[in-house]
Nanobody
Framework: QAQLVESGGGSVQAGGSLRLSCAAS?????MGWFRQAPGKEREGVAS???????SYADSVKGRFTVSKDSAKDIVYLEMNSLRPDDTAVYYC????????????????????WGQGTQVTVTS
């Protein structure tokens, strides 16, 4: 059973930056970042797939960057220009298989999930 462990969450003022990390116990070609704020549905934030093709939610384009260190099986989410509405628990996830093309931002496409890390952005 694969394990995913997120780290790097915390509290930051609006306009600040954080970098989340997700360490995987197995090598995955596709990985995704999701978030869930209180009272809201889970939202796909960013994903990275074969050939390091990436996909982003419109709400984070230009502010968040997803990257992968395949040698270490770690995926990062660099978050800049953070806003209070970015406050959520952030999860990394991996699918059972990684198709060619743009990686999915749909949670149903992912099978393995981390425990989440809290990100709080204060105004």
């Amino acid at each position: 059973q694969a394990q995913l462990v997120e780290s790097g969450g915390g509290s930051v003022q609006a306009g600040g930056s954080l970098r989340l990390s997700c360490a995987a116990s197995l090598s995955f070609r596709c990985m995704g970042w999701f978030r869930q704020a209180p009272g809201k549905e889970r939202e796909g934030v960013a994903s990275i797939g074969r050939g390091d093709v990436t996909s982003y939610a419109d709400s984070v384009k230009g502010r968040f960057t997803v990257s992968k260190d395949s040698a270490k099986d770690i995926v990062y989410l660099e978050m800049n220009s953070l806003r209070p509405d970015d406050t959520a628990v952030y999860y990394c996830a991996a699918p059972r298989s990684c198709p060619v093309g743009i990686p999915s931002l749909q949670g149903d496409s992912y099978h393995y999930w981390g425990q989440g890390t809290q990100v709080t952005v204060t105004s």
